[in-house]
């Protein structure tokens, strides 16, 4: 028995994500025997983008029911069934997390039709829904709507189960069950976990957050926690897990900026190798009345935006010594000489004399700009595209004035026209040395799909 869903959002990150519309088709491998279809009331707004792609707006749900009124109709529907639908992770993910926050823990095996069709239908030019109703001539009544798109996707199951000469159907439902020593989590726990890249949390049985891991592929990074047996630290972590949460982000570099985010805020008891990113000191500039750019470390405030951050102040004051050598800059216009007169650098010639007049303003505050640029952003404004969490959707970060904004999600459509109301989509996150770090290394190795610069 198979349970076929579509469900349509309000957009958002799947954290965010609230359920609009939820189609399910109970199908027994031959024809469909049960159908359940519904607007659901988000209680959250639903942008014009979001409106425009698939027709419901806000005025339309007001009065539908909310996801806990359909909450028993959902369970019964899919009971005893696996759980089918185009890109499934995304669907199951946010459904899922819809009934955690109702205290019940919403478990299906799952069959995503995106894998199943590459298998059996190869050589398509795409593999989105529309796309691949096209090739094969099934018609879409109403396409971004959970009833439309779902009843499609039983035609297209309909036509994979006709091709499946190999039983890959049963056969990509139940991988063996892995062998690991942890009484809390079951092999059931690790099989339903996604194969798809995205951040994943750890909690321990009093349902503490103690870690905080990302991966191109969950599912199996989850499994290397699971079994290892290498290290103290591995151990014990092992033993605490009680349960497992994830979220998945399709592409690999907002899974990275998305860890370093929970890390730095939630503080995970297993993360302390990575809590030295707690940013405590900052490089910032000052040009006073003389019109030297005077670069100078100090402490950290709440809202303050450092040039660059650091975790330490020794950090702090080693890269200044650096940028000194590296540029010939002046140690007493980068606080690291506190005595009157020629600094030390001037004496070995690595100083031109800023420091005692010998050199003027607009040639010194050239170079103090080299060497800023070198841990900024070299794009100035840009939204940086990739993959999405399913084959209609993409992500984007954000860049603006050099420095990072946050990240957001989007449907390719709403992308494709242009970044007039991509600012809507992006939810703002704090720019630090870790992140410039991580996007620069994805912008230089062209680890991306494509950037919009704006």
Known sequence: MYAIVDIETNGGSLKNSK??????????????????????????YIPPFITQLTGISNDMVVGAPKF??????????TEGAIFVAHSVNFDYTIIRAEFKKLGYDFTREKLCTVKLSRKLIPLQPSYSLGKLADSLGIKING????GGDAEATVKLFEILVGLDTKKVVSGNIKPSDPKFENANISAEQINILPQEAGVYYFFNADQELIYVGKSKNIRKR???????SQTKKGLAMRKEIADIDFEITGSELVALLKESNEIKTKKPF???????????????????LDGFIRLELRKTKEGSMPLTPYGSRKEGIEHLYKLNEEFNLCLS?????????????????QCKGACIGKEIAEQYNKRVMEALSTFRFTIQNAFVIDKGRSLNERTLVQI?????????FAPLQ????????????????????????????????GQYERLIKY
């Open 414 to 445: 709403v992308i494709n026209k242009g970044v007039g109301c991509l600012n809507d989509v992006i939810e703002m996150f704090p720019n630090n040395r870790d992140v410039q770090h991580i996007l620069n290394s994805f912008i230089k190795k």
């Open 400 to 408: 603006k004035n050099g420095r990072y904004v946050g990240f957001g």
């Open 143 to 146: 396409r971004h709507r959970a």
């Open 68 to 77: 806990y009124d359909v909450a028993k109709q959902i369970i019964e529907i």
């Open 222 to 228: 989850v499994m290397t926690h699971m079994l290892n």
């Open 270 to 288: 297993f993360n302390s190798a990575q809590k030295h990113t707690y940013f405590q000191y900052g490089l910032f500039t000052d040009q006073q």
């Open 19 to 44: 359920i609009t519309e939820i189609a399910v088709y109970r199908y027994d491998g031959e024809k469909v025997v049960d159908t359940f279809i519904t607007l659901i009331d988000p209680e959250t």
């Open 333 to 349: 216009l980068t606080g690291l000489n506190k005595s009157k007169g020629a600094c030390f650098h001037y004496t070995i010639k």
